[in-house]
């Protein structure tokens, strides 16, 4: 009925491959994600080949390649300056732990393997000629912006219970609905996620939150409650779970949600989910503790949430030099650092400091929370949080708000922060003229205790612009302080 489809530019280049296995006897096709993102008009991430050819095969074939995956039959396989994963035709049997199969066989059936992949939109193969292998019903689904499971969803979650979150981003990313069926088995299978690690749920979510559906995966989660269901719980999640739903904020924070999936980077994305749903820097350290992500990625948020929060308290219509410097000061010129590198890039894609201000009350008691979730059965919720979001409001109708209610324009927070920062005369210790050392010579003390306060204090009256940078001045000064100091004893 359909005619061969014209291969997407990376597939072209990796025909020699194809061409190798077929010369040797073996059938050899696309799958997986880059036959579903070339029907979807996309570019394609990674071009995936699959062959009934064994792994030593395929090793005979392509000298130089990589066994990255023996066991599994995956064979990374080197040409024209790229690496392609060529792997065997298998079925898979009796998944043990939600996660891996006990038992792989390799067989010669492209639509057998096709059968153990998770969706139907996965679960398609084209070959070099553009004919496609569709036997699940992946390219309607996608026509119907629709994520259906291949055969029983019960089945396929209980695989590998990862399998859930992939199906969220999956339907954030792309923009697609859960059929009824898959979101009932969804539902039906969250359990199975206290099984799975997680570093790989870590993984999972950082896809989801970098992928550019923040809104709709926001949505979703909170839909299907799945993080409720982790192997380590995340502090604060029902918290989080009712700043969402809260109905009469929900539009404003979905559109405001949308501009943050164009940060292109889950670290930015994070950094803006939270400051949205209100959470403390202390909830999304620990968020970020039991997801396994490193110490610096979990700084770097709680350094932004902090200026951020402060920021917000102190109110954008009195942001000033003098507060700027303060606040500098006392949080360090790496937080301050952190802060404007986010939201110059917040403010790049419309997202400025006045739409990451609290939108007002964003608490439902929890006898209202569950009022608002018995009220729409879980299929409907899902359903009605993955429709298209809201058109935002043009900037002139959304003005941000500040902690006192004053209508302001916090538009160029960043920029005149940044010009701030600039300007100060010194930002940490390590720029001061002077050094412990030096201080210590100057009054001829041995190091002690007395030595940090001084230093901060010389931090301070420099970067104020009450004494220059400059050693002679720091060091008369220092030697006024102390001589004061001996006076009033």
Request: hydrophobic share 45%; with cysteine; net charge negative.
């Amino acid at each position: 009925m359909n005619g061969p489809l014209q291969l997407a530019p990376e597939m072209e280049a990796a025909l020699p491959v194809l061409l190798r296995l077929e010369q040797a006897g073996h059938e050899a096709v696309f799958v997986g994600g880059c036959v579903r993102d070339l029907l979807l008009g996309l570019s394609l991430k990674d071009v995936d080949i699959a062959s009934p050819a064994q792994p030593e095969e395929v090793m005979a074939l392509f000298p130089g390649c990589i066994p990255t995956g023996l066991q599994h039959g995956t064979v990374t396989v080197r040409s024209g300056g790229q690496l392609y994963e060529v792997t065997t035709y298998r079925a898979e049997a009796d998944y043990e732990d939600s996660r891996r199969p006990s038992s792989v066989a390799f067989i010669r059936n492209l639509e057998e393997d096709l059968l153990r992949r998770d969706f139907t939109m996965n679960a398609m193969a084209l070959d070099r000629r553009g004919k496609l292998w569709d036997p699940f019903g992946g390219r309607e689904d996608l026509s119907l912006r629709r994520i259906r499971a291949v055969g029983y969803a019960k089945e396929r979650f209980a695989e590998d219970a990862l399998r859930l979150l992939r199906g969220i981003r999956f339907a954030s990313v792309y923009k697609l609905k859960f059929s009824h069926g898959t979101w009932k088995g969804l539902l039906a299978s969250r359990e199975g996620l206290r099984r799975i690690a997680m570093e790989r749920v870590g993984l999972e979510l950082d896809r989801m939150i970098g992928g550019g559906g923040i809104a709709r995966a926001a949505a979703l989660l909170v839909a299907s409650d799945l993080p409720a269901y982790f192997k380590d719980s995340l502090p604060g999640w029902h918290e989080a779970k009712m700043s969402f739903s809260m109905p009469e904020r929900q539009s404003e924070l979905a559109s405001r949600m949308e501009l943050a999936s164009r940060l292109g980077g889950a670290d930015d994305g994070w950094a803006a989910l939270f400051l949205l749903l209100e959470l403390d820097e202390a909830t999304a350290a620990g968020w970020f503790d039991r997801l396994r992500y490193s110490h610096a990625r979990r700084d770097r948020l709680a350094d932004i949430l902090r200026m951020h929060y402060k920021l917000v308290a102190a109110g954008w219509e009195r942001l000033s030099s003098k507060l700027w410097t303060e606040l500098v000061l006392d949080e360090g010129q790496a937080a301050a650092e952190h802060w404007l590198e986010f939201m110059e890039q917040a403010e790049k894609h419309g997202l400025h400091a006045g739409l990451l201000t609290p939108l007002g009350p964003s608490r439902l008691s929890v006898e209202d929370m569950e009022r608002h979730e018995e009220s729409m059965p879980a299929v409907e919720l899902a359903e009605w949080h993955g429709r298209s979001m809201p058109a935002l409001k043009p900037a002139s109708e959304r003005p941000g708000l500040s902690s006192s209610g004053a209508m302001v324009d916090p538009a160029e927070a960043a920029a005149n922060c940044r010009a701030w920062l600039q300007a100060m005369p010194v930002r940490s210790l390590k720029e001061l003229a002077v050094d412990g050392r030096k201080l210590q010579i100057e009054l001829g003390r041995r190091p002690g205790p007395w030595l940090g306060p001084l230093l901060g204090r010389l931090l301070r009256e420099t970067a104020r612009g009450k004494v220059a940078n400059e050693e002679a001045a720091l060091l008369a000064h220092v030697r006024q302080l102390a001589d004061g100091e001996e006076g009033t004893t």
